[in-house]
Structure formats: C-alpha cells, structure tokens
C-alpha cells in the first residue's frame, strides 16, 4: 500500500490500485479534481477519468449513466455540493434504480471547514442521505479506514456514500486494518458502565476520554460506528445491550445522524438513556482543533457527559 497522509489522498490512492486491475472503474469529476487529491489518477487513467466541469447535477447523472452501461463510476467532490445540489439526482437516477454509483463527500464535518468556515462545512450530508433509501452510508474514522472503505465500496451492488474529511483528521487506525461491514469495531472494552459510540473523525477525542473514565473509577466501552443504518446491525445491537447507557459523538448534526441512528436501535432493541453529543447550529471559521474543543468534542466535555448519566 502507497504512502497517503487523510481521507482525500486515501481515496484517491484506493481508486488508482482499484483501477489497475480494474477498467470499470471511472472517477466523476464535478471540478473536483484537485480537491480530490485525483490529478494523478487522471494522469494514469484518462480514459477512466471524466470532467463534468461544475455542474454536480450533471456529474451524478453522468455517473448513473456509466453504471447502467456496466461501470463502477466514483463521483467524489465536497460533501454539500454532492448532498445538496444534486440531491434529487441521487435520489431519483441513482437511488431509485439502485444503481452501481459511489459517492465521495469530503470537507464533511466541523472540522472541515477551517478556512470556509459555515458555508463549506458540512455537517447534514448523512441526515439528508438517511433519507434515502438503498445508499448505504460510509463513515470512516481516519485515512487508513478511508482507502479499505473506497475498495469496500466497489465491491457492494448499489450506491454507497463514503464520508471524507479534509486532511486534518487525527489518524487513529493502522494502515492495514481493513474496513469492516459488521458496522461497528470496538477499539476499547474496559467495561460497560457506558458506552461510548463515535462516527468520522472524533475517534481520537473518544479513545482518550474512555481512559480518562477509567482513572475515575467509570468503565467505558468505545465503538467506532464506520457504517450509518446498516443494513444488519446485530453487532450494535449486540453491544447495547451489554451496557447500562449510552453517548455518542459525531462531527454531524445531532439530527439524522449517528445519534438518531442509535436511538433508533436503542428503543427498538434495548430501551435505555442515550445521550448525544454534536452539533446543534451552525460552526465558525477556525483551527479545526480549537472549533472541536469549542463544539463540546473534548475529552473532558465527553466524560463530563458520561459521568453525569453515569451518576443519574
């Protein structure tokens, strides 16, 4: 496996060793070549490799087009023009058929956006997604799961959206470790007085807060959530019914993402206290370490939360 440092070069790396054995696999560029970190696989790949320029609307429907004809198209630029401006095209030409398209989101979160600030950070795209049905949702925590999530994405039948980051994410996996479809991997397992539930790239945040709980006497499970409503969730429903209750993290919305993804399982399978930590409103122009500290992502604040449901 090549060098990649984030999500962004992750997937373009993934997408150049998935297309040397592989001349199904196109990449859809809505202006996003750069940004895609994909200059290369263009280069590599130009017949593989086609310029919608910026008209996102066009390129998702471009890309259903390859995948009718028998292609693996990969439409990839930031995670709001792709939720929002062609939303209806991957409802309604890629969803609705069920049709091979994989989408890419990057810029995804807070702490995306650090020089956009509000306007290119984005933190509904999994709501807006969860909508719809037969997409199936990536998350995937750092780089590493990133490149394993993109070449697990071209084996699945259907549409896939693999949410990305934009090279500030903190790495927390090995390069090696592969992408899992059971929806969720536990990365700490002291104990199940809590557990401590994280989507995309708080991960880092989490796994210290889980050892700062142990210090207090608090005994905490930490599951990485890589996949929103999984088709077969029994290995999360498996681990909330081990616990007494819940937090989950996420660079998202509080609405329509992991929280209510949890929630939903949680009053179905196991009823009991889930607490949700994300955001609410809006972000601001910043370092994306000091807007995670200011949107509550912490290790403080998130013991802070667990201990208090822990004490009610």
Known sequence: MAEFKGTREAFAQALIDLAKTDNKIMFVSPDSLKAMRAVRFAQLYPNQY??????E??????????AACGFIPFV??????????????????????????KFVGINAGLLGGEREGATHQFYEDIGILSNIPNITIFT???GGQTYHAVKAAAQIQGPVYIRAGSGREKDVYEKDVPFTMEGIRVLRKYGTDVLLLSSGF???RVLKAADLL???GIY????DINIINAKNPEKVIEEIKRVKRIVTVEDHNIHGGLGAYISKLVVENDPKQVLRIGLSGFGESGPADLLADQYGFTPENI???AERKYRM
Do not use: H
């Open 50 to 55: 086609v310029e919608a320029g910026i008209a």
């Open 202 to 204: 708080v991960l880092d």
């Open 57 to 66: 609307q066009g390129a998702v429907d471009a890309a259903a087009g390859l």
């Open 303 to 305: 013991v802070s939360v």
């Open 214 to 216: 142990r210090e207090k």
């Open 220 to 223: 905490a499970t930490v599951g």
């Open 76 to 101: 990839g630029t930031y995670a709001g023009f792709l939720t929002m401006r062609a939303c209806e095209q991957m409802r309604t030409f890629v969803a609705y058929p069920n049709l091979n398209v």
């Open 140 to 142: 995937p925590a750092d």
